[in-house]
Nanobody, 124 residues
Framework: QLHLVESGGGLVQPGGSLRLSCEASGFTLDYYAIGWFRQVPGKEREGVSCISRSGDSTNYADSVKGRFTISRDNAKSTVYLQMNGLKPEDTAVYYC?????????????????WGQGTPVTVSS
């Protein structure tokens, strides 16, 4: 069974940084593109960033461009989301998921095997 575990969330002040991790359990991430999404209560889950199967291509939501960086370490079966310059509007539960499309659009319908999420709160 494909299982993803997110970690690294927490409480941070505006302008601060966090690094989220998405670790695969029971399988290797080599064959999948990985997406990071976030969701706040009452709103739809939105795409934040995606990295291609090969790792050569990345994509970011306009709201996080220049502040967030996605990367992958296939040897560790882990994908990271480095978040700098955090803003209160970044507050959400962050999820990772896999796609067997080499470089999918950041739409939840193209992703599966969602993790349980890690909460991020940006507040002073």
């Amino acid at each position: 069974q494909l299982h993803l575990v997110e970690s690294g969330g927490g409480l941070v002040q505006p302008g601060g940084s966090l690094r989220l991790s998405c670790e695969a359990s029971g399988f290797t991430l080599d064959y999948y593109a990985i997406g990071w999404f976030r969701q706040v209560p009452g709103k739809e889950r939105e795409g934040v960033s995606c990295i291609s199967r090969s790792g050569d291509s990345t994509n970011y939501a306009d709201s996080v461009k220049g502040r967030f960086t996605i990367s992958r370490d296939n040897a560790k079966s882990t994908v990271y989301l480095q978040m700098n310059g955090l803003k209160p509007e970044d507050t959400a539960v962050y999820y990772c998921a896999i796609s067997d499309i080499p470089m999918p659009t950041m739409t939840p319908r193209w992703f599966t095997s969602w993790g349980q999420g890690t909460p991020v709160t940006v507040s002073s």
